[in-house]
């Protein structure tokens, strides 16, 4: 029977769909990726910068493992097809990089596109997938977004498709980012081919906003990618994630307030939490955002439940995500202009999760609350909860049995 074995990474059929079966990301993976600050202008002495102060600010003790090279980083193809990497950017070769970033202990994302050409202009796999998921594994990579520019009405499903088989034929385990940005509802058929996928076009480090790149195509703020995720939860779970785009946590005008609350938010919806920002010019408070042990800690819960959100009245929203062994993680957002006073009372309402489940009857079971961001206990939920929350900020708590 011993041949009969399963390998790593395997298709089965489940409920009448290939199914990929591994363990590379049964929560959400955490990473920082070139693309929403450097865009273009990256080489291998910034990622190296990059890598060193990854491990140096605590970000990889606080799970960020994957730097992703994101678009830009191709050259031609070599005169047997083969992928070669930009020279100029990589003057030793992206090998060299790879064993750097795996000998911190970190790990390697590429990025390729399904047409001819990414969103930059530069070579992508379309035509040669298994040969370019080859290359990919030799480069050492760990992780592989995938993108959709230039796609040209090829099929969603069967170019992600043949990029996952890809992958599996070079036989290095690459967790595989479809970044399809929703466009096929990519979370109805995407748990067999992708461990996250794309559910909206690009964020762009704004609180409410659409930049409508002079009428070429939009990228969304925080709370308008947080409003699309609507309707998405039930499709999420360990290893095949809802990616609501990657974080601008310290990015463009973002508040402090609003990087701490996009954060909460990304760690409610079990996003994968990619940060963008630049690590030599970061503050201490974006460090401190992006390394709160705790909040992480709700992003990571190992039953990986989508949050959901459960009132929305007067620009005050609370969500809440059921945790593993009881708990809940409650996030309230003000969403509005103006402070917000409340007066919460735990036991009025018995919250249900069909999806989970679960229940959180307060009038039964006694919470005590932590403040993830106060980092400190702040009552029990048999008292009424009296707090005020800022403008465009948030109040996260866990509730501890
Ligand atoms: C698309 C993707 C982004 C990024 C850029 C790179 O817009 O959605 O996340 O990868 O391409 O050009």
Known sequence: MK????????????????????????????GWNTYNTFAGNFNEELLR???????????????????IVDDNWTGPRDSLGFLTVDAKRFPSGL?????????????????????YKTCGGYTASRGHEFQDALMFARLGADYLKYDWCNAEGINAVG?????????????????????????????LWGAGIGHLWRTTGDITACWDCIDDH?????????????????????????????????????????TVSESRAHFSLWCMLAAPLIAGN???????TTLEILTNKEAVAI?????????????NADSLEIWYKPLKGGDWAVCFVNRGSKAAT????WKKNVIRDDLSKRELNCAQQRYVLRDLWKKKKVGVTSDVLESTIGSHDVLMLRLMK
């Open 342 to 345: 409340i007066g919460h009372d």
């Open 49 to 67: 910068e990059m890598v060193d102060l990854l491990v140096s600010s605590g970000m990889k003790d606080a799970g960020y493992a994957y730097v």
């Open 299 to 311: 992003d990571q819960d190992s039953l990986g439940i989508q949050g959901f959100r459960q009132t």
């Open 214 to 254: 002079g009428g070429k195509y939009n990228s969304y703020g925080v709370m308008q990618i947080l409003d699309m995720q609507e309707g998405l939860r039930a499709y999420a779970g360990p290893g095949h994630w809802n990616d609501p785009d990657m974080l601008e946590v310290g990015n463009g005008t973002l």
């Open 159 to 187: 170019a992600y498709t043949t990029m996952r088989d890809a992958l599996l034929a070079a036989k290095r385990p690459m967790v595989f980012s479809m970044c399809e940005w929703g466009n096929n509802k990519p979370w």
């Open 278 to 284: 630049d690590l030599r010019t970061m503050s201490k």
């Open 95 to 115: 090998k060299a990089l790879s064993e750097y970033i795996h000998a911190k202990g970190l790990k390697l994302g590429l990025y390729s596109d399904a047409g």
């Open 3 to 30: 041949r009969f074995l399963l390998p790593i990474a395997l298709l089965v059929a489940l409920n009448g769909h290939a199914q990929r079966v591994d363990s590379l990301a049964l929560t959400p993976p955490m």
